[in-house]
């Protein structure tokens, strides 16, 4: 699971206001390298919600992000690395997603969130 | 990447060991997909770059198709823990980065503006009535470009007129009409093989 797909979910327990973000425990995660689209990057970077990005890379041990972003940013090459970087190569493959309102933890094994609901949470 | 070339790799793929007739799962065949995902990319370039998500994944055909085109990221998601499982060696085997996710479709909570096309071969409602409507609901809630989906021809008045009054499409298109392969694989399946007229949809959100 890469950041990017964290930053789109959202805990989905009926009744949950405050399912976002989810936090992430990760327990083994790796780094795979891929080409870096700029335009890309400057085209997704106003739908990110940046704290989120930001805390989960630091679970996964990657501190080099700013803690806030602004758009001016993305003319910087070793910024849209950074956030590249974070977003796109690095992938948790255990751990768990923690609810922020219930905790509830959706387990994430090989790679794969499991966000199916027991019966009483739908 | 050629037409011929996309439609080779998806026929390489793996496709559901045991499928589960209670989830209408049968495999994107390779020549619907390959067709589905290029005109997608060719015709409105709604694939390479992008941001692609799979609704009901399956094995992971369209998602992995999505991602031989050039879309820069692919969510497959779908609630078959063993399809999941299969998808996943079909994308270790052509090494590519797809993303999975196990969730039934109907719970799903993705937020944002973060997805900008969704393709998918939804079931079409012959075993959970009103499963295809379900999927493309949700799918013209989350997609921010455009959805292309499957379904029966026999359907295509009532999904044109409910994708545009109920569900706020801007447009609702049948691309083309194809013939859906259906292969003898459960047990009340009485022929050999049947052929399905399907209509493949392009929808703006």
């Given at each position: ?20 973000p ?14 870096l ?13 940046w ?36 977003l796109?190569?690095?992938h948790?493959?255990e ?5 922020p ?8 094994s ?7 609901l ?5 | ?11 390489g ?19 619907i997909?390959?067709r ?20 009901g994944?399956g ?7 999505s ?25 270790t ?31 079409f409602?012959?075993?959970k ?51 859906f392969d259906?292969p ?22």
């Amino acid at each position: 699971m890469r950041l990017l797909t964290h930053n789109m979910l959202s805990c989905n327990i009926k009744g949950v206001t405050n399912g976002f973000p989810l936090k992430l425990e990760a327990d083994k995660w790796v780094t795979k390298e891929v080409d870096l689209n700029a335009d890309f990057l400057r085209g997704v970077f106003p739908k990110i919600e940046w704290p989120a990005l930001v805390a989960a890379a630091r679970a996964l041990d990657y501190g080099d992000l700013p803690e806030q972003a602004d758009g001016s940013m993305l003319t910087s090459e070793d910024f849209l690395r950074r956030f590249h970087h974070a977003l796109l190569e690095l992938h948790v493959e255990e751990g768990a997603l923690v609810c922020p309102e219930t905790g509830r933890k959706f387990p994430i094994s090989k790679g794969i969130p499991n966000m199916l609901l027991h019966e009483d949470e739908v | 990447m050629k037409l011929k070339q996309l439609e080779g790799l998806l026929g390489g793929l793996d496709q559901f060991s045991q499928p589960k007739v209670e989830l209408e799962q049968y495999p994107t065949g390779a020549h619907i997909a390959s067709r589905m995902i290029y005109t997608a990319e060719n015709s409105y370039e709604d694939i390479s770059g992008k941001i692609v998500a799979d609704f009901g994944c399956g094995c992971g055909t369209l998602g992995i198709a999505s991602a031989l085109l050039g879309a820069e990221h692919v969510l497959g998601i779908d609630v078959d823990p063993e399809s999941l499982e299969i998808a996943g060696e079909n994308v270790t085997d052509l090494e590519l980065d797809v993303d999975f996710l196990r969730c039934d479709i109907r719970t799903l909570n993705l937020k944002g503006l973060l997805v900008d096309t969704i393709v998918m071969n939804p079931p079409f409602g012959t075993r959970k009535k009103g499963a295809d409507m379900d999927f493309l609901s949700l799918s013209l809630k989350v997609a921010s470009r455009a959805v292309y989906s499957l379904h029966k021809t026999s359907t295509r008045e009532h999904i044109k007129r409910t994708a545009l009054r109920d569900y706020n499409a801007k447009s609702a298109e049948v691309l083309c009409e194809l013939r859906f392969d259906v292969p003898q694989m459960y047990k009340f399946h009485k022929k050999k093989e049947v052929d399905i007229a399907v209509d493949l949809w392009r929808f703006v959100p």
